[in-house]
C-alpha cells in the first residue's frame, strides 16, 4: 500500500480508514495501490476487496469496478468500497480496479493474479472407428508463427515480441468464455503490412501432441473423414483480413490441404485451397462472423477412395453450405495429421484478438 497520512471516519456498520489523497486500496486478493503492482497465486474463486477515495472531489467517489481483462468490466457497484468474489480461469490476470469520483475523474490499481492449476485437459473420445480430440484450445502443443510477405513462408528470425509482427497465444481465458476456459489468440500488427500468424498442433504422427505417434503409419492412412468444430468470438470482425481454418493429412507419399479462409476485409467470402496450384480458390459462400458474440463453426472434409480432397460442407452459426469442391494432393515423405489456424492482418495493420473454445476435432 502506498504510504499516507490516513484519519479514521465514523460509521454506522462498517468503519473503515480512508486515504487523504486520491486513489484505489486493495486488501484482498493482495495490497496493491494506483502506483505498484503485486501478485498471488489462488485458486479459481478470487474475492475482490478494495476502498478508493477522491477527496478533491466534493462528491467522492461514486463508484468501482473490476477489469477481468483490458476492456471487459466484469463487475460494478457505487460507492467508494467493493467486496466481490469474482471466477477466473487458470493462468495469469492483469487485473485492474477502478474508481470512478463525482466530479468526471478516476484512479486504478493493477495487480497481476496467479491462478493455481490447470485448465482442463482434452478429452479423446471414440465411437466406432471414430475418434474425437475434445477441447484443443486448452490442449499443449500449439506452436506459433509469423507468415511474411511476398513468400508468405514461415519467418523463422521472427519472435512473438519482435518488431516485424507480434502475436500471443493465451489459455485458460476466463471472460470471453463459454466453458471458463478460453484461450486467446492475437494478432500484434508490427513494421510488416499483411503479417499473418499461424498455429500448429501435430495431433497424429511424429511429434504427436496427444500420444498418437503412429509409427507404424497404420493409423494415419486408415483415416478419410475429418471435421474441425470450433466456437470463436470476435469484438470486431471488420478489422480482420481474413481467419483461416486448416486440416492436414500426409500419408501414403500424399500430402492433403484442406485449407478454409474467411475472407472478412477481404470480401466476406470463403475461400478453399488448391494444393497443386497453391491458390485459393472462392467458394461463392459468404462469410459474415458476428461481432461481440460466439461463432459456431463445422467444417467437414474427406479423402476420397481415389485419393482426392473434397471440401464437402461449412457450417457457421447453423446455416450449412455444400462445397462439393475437389482437388488433388501433392508429394510428401512425412506421415501424420495436424490442424492449423491463422489470423490474417488487414492493410490498417490493426492489433485484434480472437477467442477459441470447445475446438473438437474429429477423424475416422
Not at 480508514?17 to 474463486?45: D, K, L, M, R
Not at 489459455?171 to 499483411?194: L, R
Request: contains cysteine; aromatic residues 12%; proline residues 4%.
Amino acid at each position: 500500500m502506498r504510504v499516507g497520512k490516513l484519519y479514521a471516519g465514523l460509521c454506522l456498520f462498517l468503519c473503515v480508514a480512508v486515504p487523504s489523497f486520491a486513489g484505489v486500496w486493495v486488501t484482498s486478493p493482495t495490497n496493491a495501490s494506483v502506483s505498484h503492482a503485486a501478485s498471488v497465486s489462488t485458486g479459481s474463486s478470487v474475492h475482490f476487496v478494495a476502498t478508493a477515495s477522491s477527496p478533491g472531489c466534493g462528491g467522492g467517489v461514486s463508484s468501482m469496478g473490476i477489469y477481468t481483462w483490458s476492456g471487459h468490466l466484469a463487475y460494478k457497484v457505487s460507492g467508494r468500497s467493493l467486496n466481490k468474489t469474482l471466477t477466473l480461469g487458470s493462468g495469469s490476470h492483469n487485473i485492474v480496479v477502478q474508481e470512478w469520483d463525482k466530479c468526471g475523474q478516476s484512479s486504478r490499481a493493477s495487480i497481476k493474479v496467479t491462478v493455481g492449476g490447470s485448465a482442463p485437459p482434452p478429452v479423446t473420445k471414440t465411437s466406432g472407428n471414430a475418434r474425437t480430440f475434445s477441447n484443443l484450445e486448452s490442449k499443449k502443443g500449439w506452436s506459433g508463427y509469423a507468415l511474411l510477405p511476398p513468400g508468405w513462408g514461415i519467418c523463422d528470425s521472427c519472435k512473438s515480441t519482435g518488431s516485424k509482427l507480434k502475436w500471443a497465444w493465451t489459455q485458460g481465458v476466463s471472460s470471453p468464455s463459454m466453458d471458463g476456459h478460453s484461450t486467446k489468440s492475437y494478432y500484434g500488427a508490427g513494421s510488416t503490412q499483411w503479417g499473418d500468424v499461424l498455429w500448429n498442433n501435430h495431433l497424429i504422427g511424429s511429434f504427436s501432441s496427444v500420444g498418437l505417434p503412429d509409427r507404424s503409419h497404420t493409423l494415419t492412412a486408415s483415416l478419410h473423414y475429418f471435421t474441425y468444430d470450433v466456437y470463436f468470438y470476435i469484438s470486431n470482425a471488420s478489422v480482420s483480413q481474413a481467419l483461416e481454418f486448416d486440416i492436414n493429412q500426409f500419408t501414403g507419399g500424399k500430402s492433403f490441404i484442406w485449407g478454409h479462409e474467411c475472407r472478412i476485409a477481404g470480401g466476406h467470402q470463403w475461400d478453399v485451397y488448391n494444393n497443386v496450384s497453391k491458390k485459393w480458390t472462392p467458394t461463392g459462400v459468404a462469410c459474415n462472423p458476428k461481432s461481440g458474440a460466439w461463432n459456431h463453426l463445422i467444417i467437414k472434409v474427406q479423402r476420397t477412395s481415389g485419393n482426392k480432397l473434397l471440401f464437402k460442407t461449412i457450417t457457421l452459426n447453423g446455416k450449412t453450405a455444400t462445397i462439393n469442391k475437389t482437388f488433388s494432393p501433392t508429394s510428401t515423405s512425412w506421415h501424420g495429421v495436424t490442424i492449423n489456424y491463422q489470423l490474417d492482418g488487414a492493410r490498417a495493420k490493426k492489433p485484434y484478438a480472437v477467442y477459441l473454445d470447445k475446438l473438437n476435432f474429429t477423424v475416422q
